[in-house]
């Protein structure tokens, strides 16, 4: 029985990068079934097309619509040359990790007296989650097993602030859950510096850990409040109430990294 | 024990059906907001298709709990005032209502010291928790996973006051307080636990002392709130079962209350 449609023949590119963006064109081609070849002006909707750096962008001229997405799937397709590795994104920026952007907002709460605010508008949960391992470690140091249980008690936490702040705002809360999450994160610093610490104290001092917890919580409260209430709006004339939710929420992790 | 009996001049009768829930429904309100975005795509479509029948019934069961987090830090710092010293208020007991939209209901917790609260009830909750927590770390019995169960034991406990509140008012033949209301009421306890819990950290025997002082306390907030929500709801009045059941809630409140604040890690004693 004779096939209904033509099987394009597939053309494996050779392994050299001047010659990769011609190939690359053609098994663009040659990869689309059906499809009449691409009209050479560009002036069309690119509806499909993203930028994917410099060399996919002079490929991506003669191609037309449908040029972006085949050319990074033909990267994994075929075992594909260089040029279509380097039309990749990085990974960290595919994966929505900005490590600027986290060193940015991690350094804002270092400093206790004054916090810039400005940083956090845009919320991320990469930072709150190198926090969370990072506090994971220092109890895992001191010998305590507890991933588990920071990561919920982190979700109940952020939930409840969630419910907390929205609520006492009224009508005019804005908070959600992705800014709460991120901000009750990021206000973890003190915690796992405190967890650090406590590494180094030692063993008998009592009343000196629980100072020193005091202290740590007390920045991390006044850390989150701060910013939890210039964020999102109607909490100003509650500050006192959702400061000492926070209070709470913190005093509960430094129980983890006390006791 | 109560001489003022009789019909309060001060306190209208709510008409007929008595809906005595606070201005606004849970779908409209300003809790709606909240409903609709915490349900995501879905909410739009689930509570805005729901008839009115069953809207009705809903906003009878369950109040508006945005009327309950209208507070500010002079209502906090007066209402914990009376609800750990009750015999210290001087003014009345009752809540003040308003006409709205034809029906009446309770002015918000701002502007009425006597109006239930759903912030203090929950962040009574928290500090027990954490002070349970601190004292299980200080005795060296502290796990989170002990914790944990401690949480659960104080939810049992606050579903206990409530089921206690509730049953009271249905024996006497009307339950149609707002549920959210009896789940404030039963959740101010936890407020006098967090003084005794706080006192047993600081200095043991202390808490011996303020347990019972704590369990009477209690005992005399809910006496004089429920008076006020049985003379509010419920259409006939038998003075003497109304004074056996007070008595009963009274008393009642000293083995719950020694239960939630003995903490360990094994559930009863």
């Known amino acids: ?259 | 024990m109560y001489n003022n009996m009789g019909p309060q001049p001060g306190m209208p009768r709510p008409p007929g059906n008595p809906q005595p829930g606070p201005f606004g429904n849970p779908f409209t309100g300003a809790g709606s907001g909240f409903i609709r975005g915490g349900l995501g795509a879905y909410g739009e479509r689930i509570l805005g298709s729901s008839s009115e029948y069953v809207q009705s019934n809903i906003s009878r069961y369950f109040s508006d709990p945005q009327y309950y987090f209208q507070v500010n830090d002079q209502y906090v710092r007066n209402k914990l005032k009376v609800v750990l010293f009750p015999f210290l208020h001087r003014g009345h007991w009752t809540r003040i209502s308003e006409p709205v939209g034809g029906r009446l209901s309770y002015k918000p917790p701002i502007y009425d010291i006597n109006a239930p609260d759903l912030y203090i009830p929950f962040m009574a909750f928290g500090t027990y928790v954490v002070l349970a927590g601190l004292s299980l770390g200080l005795n060296g019995k502290f796990t989170p996973e002990a914790l944990n169960w401690l949480f659960v034991k104080g939810l049992v406990g606050w579903f206990l006051q409530v089921m206690l509140l509730k049953v009271t008012l249905l024996s006497l033949g009307s339950g149609e307080a707002p549920l959210l209301d009896i789940v404030a009421y039963g959740g101010y306890a936890f407020a006098g636990l967090c003084l005794a819990g706080f006192s047993k950290i600081m200095w043991g025997y202390s808490y011996y002392a303020l347990m019972p002082w704590t369990c009477l306390c209690t005992g005399i907030f809910l006496v004089k709130t429920m008076k006020r929500v049985l003379f509010a709801e419920v259409r006939s009045y038998d003075s003497s079962k109304h004074h056996y059941l007070l008595l009963f809630l009274a008393l009642v409140q000293f083995p719950l209350l020694i239960w939630l604040g003995n903490i360990s890690v094994n559930w009863l004693f």
């Not at chain 1, 397709?77 to 600027?100: K, R, T, V, Y």
């Not at chain 1, 109890?139 to 602030?161: C, E, T």
């Open chain 1, 1 to 259: 029985m004779t096939k209904d449609f033509a099987v394009p023949p597939v053309v494996f590119p050779p392994t050299g990068g001047s010659s990769g963006g011609a190939n690359v064109q053609q098994r663009r081609f040659s990869a689309i079934p059906f499809q009449q070849p691409p009209p050479s002006s560009s002036s069309q909707i690119p509806f499909l097309s993203f930028n994917m750096g410099s060399a996919a962008a002079s490929s991506a001229t003669h191609a037309g619509p449908f040029g972006g997405t085949i050319a990074s799937s033909s990267s994994f397709g075929g075992g594909g040359g260089s040029p279509s590795f380097e039309d990749e994104e990085p990974l960290l920026d595919e994966l929505g990790i900005h490590p600027d952007q986290i060193w940015k907002k991690t350094r804002s709460i270092l400093n206790p007296f004054r916090i810039n605010q400005t940083v956090h508008k845009d919320s991320d949960l990469s930072g709150p989650i190198f926090l969370y391992l990072a506090l994971c470690l220092f109890q895992l140091l001191a010998g305590k097993i507890q991933f588990g249980v920071i990561l919920g008690w982190i979700v109940v936490s952020s939930i409840f602030l969630y419910v907390v702040f929205n609520m006492l705002a009224g009508r005019n809360g804005n908070l959600n859950l992705h800014t709460c999450t991120s901000l009750v994160g990021y206000c973890l610093l003190p915690v796992v510096v405190l967890s650090a610490v406590s590494l180094f104290v030692p063993q008998g001092a009592g009343p000196v850990k629980y100072v020193l917890a005091g202290v740590f919580v007390l920045w991390s409260t006044r850390a989150c409040s701060t910013l939890v209430v210039s964020l999102a709006d109607g909490g100003e004339e509650h500050r006192g109430l959702i400061a000492y939710a926070c209070f709470l929420i913190y005093t509960l992790f430094s129980l983890l990294v006390i006791f």
